[in-house]
């Protein structure tokens, strides 16, 4: 028999914005804002955008032996990507196709895990845009439709200002703004009807 083709085809969620609901019990996600990078039968990968880490991007670089000698990008913050794999890094940047391992999340977004890029980005010569984050969500097969069929997460399309241009405390609420949503309005538990 074949491989099954199921699990290549993306799911629904694929290229969206996971917003944590205020319900949420699992503090890895409380109040957070994850792209969505990957969603297929097999289950779901993401990166949250809107946590701060306790590491820069000077310290990544010095743990990797790349030089970087410009001290604005040194000092730029490393974000909590999930909690799964927390050594390993992602940068999440705008399109640029020279990098070894990259996989794109819709026309204006790409992550790559190698160490290629990092090193553009301490040479001044990488993607337009990016932000860089250690470790990532995970979910198994149908864990992430179930989280969502009990009002664990909302989803909207991706939008590169949230991802790469807003301050880390505003990509949440502008998230729910997407949706016509203001924080106030959330309640920490919805019913079924």
Known sequence: MGQETEIETPGYLERQMLIAMPGMVDSN???S????????????IGITINRMSNFTLGEIFSQLHIDCSDEAIRKLAVLEGG????DRGFVIHSPMDRYESSMEVGQEIMVTTSRDVLADIAQGS?????IVALGYAGWGGGQLEG????NAWLSV???TDIVFDLPLSNRFEKALGQLG???EQLLPEAGHA
């Open 29 to 31: 996600f409380a109040g």
């Open 33 to 44: 804002v994850t792209l969505l990078c990957q969603h297929n039968a097999a289950g779901a």
């Open 83 to 86: 909690p799964v794999a927390p």
């Open 126 to 130: 990488g993607p337009e845009k990016y």
């Open 147 to 150: 989280e969502m069929l009990a």
């Open 157 to 159: 399309s991706a939008d």
């Open 181 to 183: 949503i203001r924080v």
